[in-house]
């Protein structure tokens, strides 16, 4: 496992927190898409999201200095990067079996924002239908292999035993908004039951306060923070006080690896919700 990669993004993320930016509550950029890459025009996919989009600017495209070279341009004097990460396969021998086995590796990229750039040549096109927004219920209705949903309850949950989610009434939400990302968390938690995507977390979940309980809780939120964004809705009543940032900057820096894993996760139960076939992709540069 390279360490150097995970820390270099948790110093990153625990940076924000400590200045009181949630990077994961950073409203979404609806008409003009999430972060994608210029040259490829892949989108960015797990922690690159959230740390593109804590960046502020307003175009969402971004590239490497090698390909603002390959573009006929440079990086402004001066400009900083962001860091991004994505996975890589390495082939290793397993020493019982002698059978080859292939490892993921995070590995270390650094990006600039088109904005940082000048004199870009030959720049692709861009496709603007790929940024088209979803509606929420329209999310929740096609989700594949869905869990039941029971309204009527005095607060939101998710069960694994019965694989049920709980959700009071619409109209208990000051949004419909706020609603819909309350029901996001908690699809978000359903897609870790052993019939969709297996996830340790939720299968073994040992009770409010665990180890297991608190990384759940943080792809549940990065889950619904994914979904909110692709249905162009922006949830404005989440609790950012001093005690919900101490907590996640507790955890963070006693965990280097939770906020790439989380993430990960997160991006898997999303695309699992969205019902897209995600499992070839990596993240690149």
Known sequence: MNTKSYDRITERIVSLLEQGTVPWHKPWQ???GLPRNLVTK?????????????MGYESPQWLTFRQAIQLGGSVKKGEKSCPVVFWKSMEVTNKTSGEVEK????RLYHVFNSVQCEGLKNVPATDETAFAVAKPAEIVAKMPQPPVIKHGMREAFYSPPDDTVGMPEKKRFATEDGY???LFHELVHSTGHKKRLKRQSVMDRNGF???PYCKEELVAELGSAFLCGHSGIVE???DNS?????????RLKSDGTLIVYAAAQAQKAADYILGRNMENEVAHE
């Open 30 to 32: 609806v008409t003009t």
């Open 42 to 54: 892949r989108p960015y996919r797990g922690i690159n999201t959230f740390l593109l989009m804590a």
């Open 103 to 106: 490892i993921p590796f995070l």
């Open 180 to 182: 819909h990302a309350a």
């Open 209 to 211: 306060g665990s180890d």
């Open 236 to 238: 404005r009543t989440i």
């Open 242 to 250: 001093a005690a919900y940032l101490k907590g996640w900057l507790t």
